[in-house]
């Protein structure tokens, strides 16, 4: 790592836009599938299928060195290379992560060392499952007001070190995947590109319908109480389902009305995949056709702040996503958080 001095840069002057400039993601190797669940827990192929859209996940191996920081280090590289970008060229870092592999140092830290940066700002934000819409926010309100010119935004997660894969945690065990995705933002002096509406919200009053007791003292509610439960997901699922039924179409309408925009003028709905009933009740409600509003679910779960990311590389790289589109990203999740980010790409 060179010294900060070496090439700290000035300020973004004439370079009024934004730009994602490229894309990248990391799945662990190992893949599970629902049948493979049930061995484990007393569920069925069926039974997951039906309620969630979910057939297989991939699953972190922390003893094959799979980790929430090597998933950032190997997304953020492929997300660097689309780019054309050295690591040394970055100016900030921003990883939104609820999952990262100790409580300090972060994986934004981490990520200066192991991508070989400058010492530049870096630092990981919590928002849960939207936490990546939180950091794009935030690192397009950093590159707007700093002297920033090349960011490294990501999303990534290893959730599953907080499944219980027993009969005891199936109804959140089934749901959930590790996954890493990232896009490096680039100022440009094109002004059409970058962030044209965005919301983000927290209510704490429902954060004990979706958390994880760290010890016997932090269980939310006294009825969650179970020793057993520890370091696990506890999660009341129909009222997080009956939340987001009702918060993602009401974030749909208020970005889109933030922006002067209708439905039809978004080219691209990408939304963190938590269920796919409640992806297709927001699809439904404003009439979006299928190709414009991905669920790749099916094959990786709930990979909480790793979602959008993902579907946003596998988008780009196969060409869907176009320069000039319109591409909203829609989250929610623990906390309780939503958000929004349209962007012109
Ligand atoms: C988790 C979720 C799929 C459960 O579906 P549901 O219809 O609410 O199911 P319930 O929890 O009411 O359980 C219904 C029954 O299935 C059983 N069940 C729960 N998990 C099961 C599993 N994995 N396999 C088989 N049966 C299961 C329950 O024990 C219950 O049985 P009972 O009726 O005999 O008591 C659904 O609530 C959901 O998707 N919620 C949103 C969660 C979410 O998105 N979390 C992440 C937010 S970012």
Redesign the pocket.
């Known amino acids: 790592m060179s010294p900060e001095s070496s090439a700290a840069p000035d300020a973004i002057g004439s370079l009024s836009g934004i730009a994602i400039v490229g894309t990248g993601s990391a799945l662990p190797k190992r893949r599970v599938t629902n049948t493979d669940l049930e061995s484990v827990?007393?569920?069925?192929d069926e039974?997951?299928a039906q309620?969630?859209g979910i057939r297989s996940r991939h699953i972190h191996d922390p003893e094959a060195g799979e980790s929430t920081a090597s998933l950032a280090t190997l997304a953020g590289q492929h997300a660097l290379k689309a780019a054309g970008m050295a690591a040394d060229q970055l100016d900030l870092i921003v990883c939104g992560t609820m999952t990262p592999d100790m409580p300090t140092p972060g994986i934004a830290n981490l990520l200066t060392a192991s991508l070989g940066t400058r010492t530049i700002a870096a630092f990981d934000l919590n928002a849960?499952?939207s936490g990546f819409v939180y950091a794009m926010n935030t690192a397009h309100a950093l590159m707007t007001t700093a002297p920033y010119r090349n960011a490294l935004v990501l999303g990534v997660d290893c959730v599953t070190r907080f499944c219980e894969f027993s009969t005891l945690g199936?109804?959140?065990a089934?749901?959930f995947g590790d996954a890493g995705g990232a896009c490096v933002l680039s100022a440009t002096e094109d002004p059409s590109k970058g962030l044209i509406a965005q919301a983000m919200h927290s209510d704490g009053c429902g954060a004990q319908h979706?958390y994880i007791p760290t010890d016997k003292h932090m269980f939310l509610n006294a009825e969650d109480y179970d020793e057993r439960k520890i370091n696990r997901i506890v999660?009341h699922?129909?009222n997080?389902?009956k939340f987001?039924v009702s918060t993602f179409p009401k974030l749909i309408g208020q970005t889109l009305d933030k922006a002067n925009l209708t439905p039809d003028d978004v080219d691209h709905y990408i939304c963190?995949q938590?269920?796919a009933?409640?992806l297709s009740t927001a699809r439904d409600r404003f009439n979006i056709p299928e190709d414009k509003f991905y669920i790749n679910i099916d094959r990786f779960g709930?990979t909480?702040g790793a979602s959008i990311p993902l579907i946003l590389d596998q988008e780009t790289r196969s060409g869907r996503i176009k320069p000039g589109d319109r591409v909203m990203f829609l989250a929610?999740?623990?906390g309780l958080t939503w958000a929004s980010s349209l962007w012109r790409v």
């Open positions: 827990m007393d569920t069925s039974w997951i309620r969630t849960a499952c199936r109804t959140s089934i749901l979706l999660m699922g129909s997080i389902f987001a963190h938590s269920n009933r409640i709930n909480v929610f999740g623990a």
